[in-house]
Nanobody, 121 residues
Framework: QVQLVESGGGLVQAGGSLRLSCVGS????????IGWFRQTPGKEREFVAA????????VYADSVKGRFTISRDNAKNTVYLQMNSLKPEDTAVYYC??????????????WGQGTQVTVSS
């Protein structure tokens, strides 16, 4: 089992940048693929990006491709989501999840508590 804690959210103007972090507990974290999802009130959770256990494979939603970058530092048990050129429609609670590299949230076994990202126009 792994516990995940997100951080780095906040309020930013459109066009700005934020870097989210997802820190995992335990030595097995480095063996897990990790995904980022986001959710706004009244909407389903939306896939954002995912990365394989060694960082060799990354997958992005079309809506963030070219603006967001997912990466990981297994020595620090951390996965990052660098978000550039932010848009108001990126506003959401962002969650990291473990144990799959998939666009489908049902594929993931473990979830963090989320971090709020708000982009003002």
């Amino acid at each position: 089992q792994v516990q995940l804690v997100e951080s780095g959210g906040g309020l930013v103007q459109a066009g700005g940048s934020l870097r989210l972090s997802c820190v995992g507990s335990g030595r097995t974290f480095r063996t897990y693929a990790i995904g980022w999802f986001r959710q706004t009130p009244g909407k389903e959770r939306e896939f954002v990006a995912a990365i394989s256990w060694n960082g060799g494979t990354t997958v992005y939603a079309d809506s963030v491709k070219g603006r967001f970058t997912i990466s990981r530092d297994n020595a620090k048990n951390t996965v990052y989501l660098q978000m550039n050129s932010l848009k108001p429609e990126d506003t959401a609670v962002y969650y990291c999840a473990a144990n799959a590299i998939s666009r489908h949230d049902a594929s993931y076994d473990y979830w963090g508590q989320g971090t709020q990202v708000t982009v003002s126009s």
